[in-house]
């Protein structure tokens, strides 16, 4: 089944940091460019990262030298380092693909729930 | 950075009515333009891409028209299991920004 799946969401103080890991099954992720979106309680869609397929990343200002998006093509996996993390971070992350670079958005994951706050 | 802006941000129709919701760009963004739907506590699908390219698997009663900076989600004939938020995004160029949203629901 072609699916994501994104794990290590949590409670974290602020200050704090966290990893989150998007595993990529029933296609090879290395073709494809992924992306993490994050959506605020209540609130719509925010784009965060991407890494395209050559391994080029780009940041939304919001997170820009805080976060650092990551694959490793080996274990079928898309990482989100977070760190500094502040109480506006706070939201349901998802993991989504897109089939090549500079495409919409075909696949995504169910999502990984952060919170922050003391 | 170009921004996208949606409109209106919630509309309530009755179940047959055909629904068209806007998205613009602050700048021109040619056709890279998609259209997702999010349903309560579940992850967007996308419906469209390409402006008006319908996803597999899409009714065909979702339809996307524009180019450039203007753009329309229309949805011919409203169902029930049409109730949700819809989300433009640009692709063409970082930020992948996406549209603020229209939450749709039937009167």
């Known amino acids: 089944e072609v699916q994501l799946v994104e794990t290590g969401g949590g409670l974290i103080q602020p200050g704090g940091s966290l990893r989150l890991s998007c595993v990529t099954s029933g296609f090879t992720g290395t073709t494809n460019y992924m992306s993490w979106v994050r959506q605020a309680p209540g609130k719509g869609l925010d784009w965060v990262s991407v890494?395209?397929?050559?391994?080029?990343?780009y940041y939304a200002d919001s997170v820009k030298g805080r976060f650092t998006i990551s694959r490793d093509n080996s274990k079928n996996t898309l990482y989100l380092h977070m760190n500094s993390l502040r109480a506006e971070d706070t939201a349901v992350y998802y993991c989504?693909?897109?089939?090549?670079?500079?495409?919409?958005?075909?696949?995504w994951g169910q999502g990984t729930m952060v919170t922050v706050s003391s | 950075d170009i921004q996208m802006t949606q409109s209106p941000s919630s509309l309530s129709a009755s179940v047959g009515d055909r629904v068209t919701i806007t998205c613009r760009a602050s700048q021109g963004i040619r056709t890279s333009l998609a259209w997702y739907q999010q349903k309560p506590e579940k992850a967007p699908k996308l419906l469209i891409y390409?402006?008006?390219t319908l996803q597999s698997g899409v009714p065909s009663r979702f339809s996307g028209t524009g180019s450039g900076t203007d753009f329309t989600l229309t949805i011919s004939s409203l169902q029930p299991e049409d109730v949700a938020t819809y989300y433009c995004?640009?692709?063409?160029?970082?930020?992948?920004?996406f549209g603020g949203g229209t939450k749709v629901e039937i009167k």
């Open positions: 995004q640009k692709y063409n160029s970082d930020p992948l920004t």
């Open positions: 390409g402006a008006s």
């Open positions: 890494i395209y397929s050559g391994g080029s990343t």
């Open positions: 989504a693909r897109g089939t090549t670079d500079w495409d919409a958005f075909d696949l």
